[in-house]
C-alpha cells in the first residue's frame, strides 16, 4: 500500500456513521456537490516539496464540502489564501473555485476532520478516527520542517497525532513548539466567527506567517 492510499480516506469512508449518513443526506440534496472526504491539496512540485503543513478543522459545508478543496467556497480560504499569497506559500490568484489555478508552493492542506460535520461540530470520536490519515499525512512528507495548526481542535489532534501529550502542548495563537521532529506552528481559526468577532485580527494571522516563513529560512 502507497503512503497516498493510506494518507487519503475514500470517498465513501464508512469510519465515522454520523459523518457518513450526513453526507449521504448532502448527496441526495446536492448532488452535485463534491460530498466526501476532502483530499489533501498539494502543490505540483510533489510531496518532496512540502515544507509547511497547514491543518484545519473540518471542511464547511458550503465550503471545502461542496467544492473539493479544503478552504474553498467559503470565507475562511479569502485570509487564508491572500496570505499564502503574500508570504510566497501559494500562487496565482484565488477566486474559491477549484479551477482557478491557485498553486501552493511547499505547502499542503489538509483537516483534522475529512468529512463536513454538522454545525461545524465533530465529535471526540470522530477527531480520534480521521487521526487515522493525519498521521500518515503528516508522515508521508519526507522534508516536512513545520506544521501549522489553526485552531485548539487541529492543534490537539496534530499534537496526539506527533505522538505528543496535549498537556504538554497546550494550544495558544502564535505558540510554536518542537514536536515529533518537526516544529508545532498554532493560530486561532481563520473562520469568519473569529475575524468578525475580533478573536483573530489580520495581523495576528499575518504575524503567524511571518514567523513559519523566518523560521522555515533557517
Ligand atoms: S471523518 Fe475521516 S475517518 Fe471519519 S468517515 Fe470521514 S474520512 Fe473517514
Given at each position: 500500500m502507497t503512503a497516498l492510499s493510506i494518507s487519503e480516506p475514500g470517498r465513501d469512508c464508512p469510519l465515522c456513521p454520523r459523518l457518513h449518513d450526513f453526507i449521504a443526506e448532502w448527496r441526495q440534496r446536492?448532488?452535485?456537490?463534491?460530498?466526501?472526504?476532502?483530499?489533501?491539496?498539494?502543490?505540483?512540485?510533489?510531496?518532496?516539496?512540502?515544507?509547511?503543513?497547514?491543518v484545519g478543522l473540518a471542511?464547511?459545508?458550503?465550503?471545502?464540502?461542496?467544492?473539493?478543496?479544503?478552504?474553498?467556497?467559503?470565507?475562511?480560504?479569502?485570509?487564508?489564501?491572500?496570505?499564502?499569497?503574500?508570504?510566497?506559500?501559494a500562487r496565482g490568484e484565488f477566486k474559491a473555485r477549484p479551477d482557478d489555478g491557485l498553486e501552493l508552493v511547499g505547502?499542503?492542506?489538509?483537516?483534522?476532520?475529512?468529512?463536513?460535520?454538522?454545525e461545524n461540530k465533530p465529535v471526540g470520536a470522530e477527531i480520534a478516527t480521521c487521526r487515522t490519515f493525519l498521521v500518515p499525512t503528516i508522515a508521508r512528507f519526507p522534508n516536512l520542517r513545520a506544521v501549522l495548526a489553526l485552531g485548539s481542535i487541529a492543534?490537539?489532534?496534530?499534537?496526539?497525532?506527533?505522538?505528543?501529550?496535549?498537556?504538554?502542548?497546550?494550544?495558544?495563537?502564535?505558540?510554536?513548539?518542537?514536536a515529533g521532529g518537526i516544529t508545532l506552528f498554532?493560530?486561532?481559526?481563520?473562520?469568519?466567527?473569529?475575524?468578525?468577532?475580533?478573536?483573530?485580527?489580520?495581523?495576528?494571522?499575518?504575524?503567524?506567517?511571518?514567523?513559519?516563513?523566518?523560521?522555515l529560512r533557517k
Amino acid at each position: 500500500m502507497t503512503a497516498l492510499s493510506i494518507s487519503e480516506p475514500g470517498r465513501d469512508c464508512p469510519l465515522c456513521p454520523r459523518l457518513h449518513d450526513f453526507i449521504a443526506e448532502w448527496r441526495q440534496r446536492e448532488p452535485s456537490w463534491f460530498n466526501a472526504p476532502v483530499p489533501t491539496f498539494l502543490p505540483p512540485d510533489g510531496d518532496d516539496a512540502v515544507r509547511l503543513l497547514i491543518v484545519g478543522l473540518a471542511p464547511g459545508l458550503r465550503g471545502a464540502n461542496r467544492t473539493g478543496r479544503p478552504f474553498t467556497g467559503d470565507y475562511a480560504g479569502d485570509l487564508l489564501y491572500s496570505t499564502l499569497i503574500s508570504h510566497g506559500f501559494a500562487r496565482g490568484e484565488f477566486k474559491a473555485r477549484p479551477d482557478d489555478g491557485l498553486e501552493l508552493v511547499g505547502t499542503a492542506i489538509t483537516n483534522a476532520v475529512r468529512c463536513v460535520p454538522p454545525e461545524n461540530k465533530p465529535v471526540g470520536a470522530e477527531i480520534a478516527t480521521c487521526r487515522t490519515f493525519l498521521v500518515p499525512t503528516i508522515a508521508r512528507f519526507p522534508n516536512l520542517r513545520a506544521v501549522l495548526a489553526l485552531g485548539s481542535i487541529a492543534h490537539q489532534s496534530t499534537v496526539r497525532a506527533l505522538g505528543g501529550r496535549v498537556a504538554a502542548y497546550p494550544f495558544k495563537h502564535g505558540g510554536q513548539l518542537p514536536a515529533g521532529g518537526i516544529t508545532l506552528f498554532s493560530s486561532y481559526h481563520c473562520s469568519r466567527y473569529n475575524t468578525n468577532t475580533g478573536v483573530l485580527t489580520e495581523a495576528m494571522f499575518v504575524s503567524v506567517f511571518r514567523e513559519i516563513a523566518a523560521f522555515l529560512r533557517k
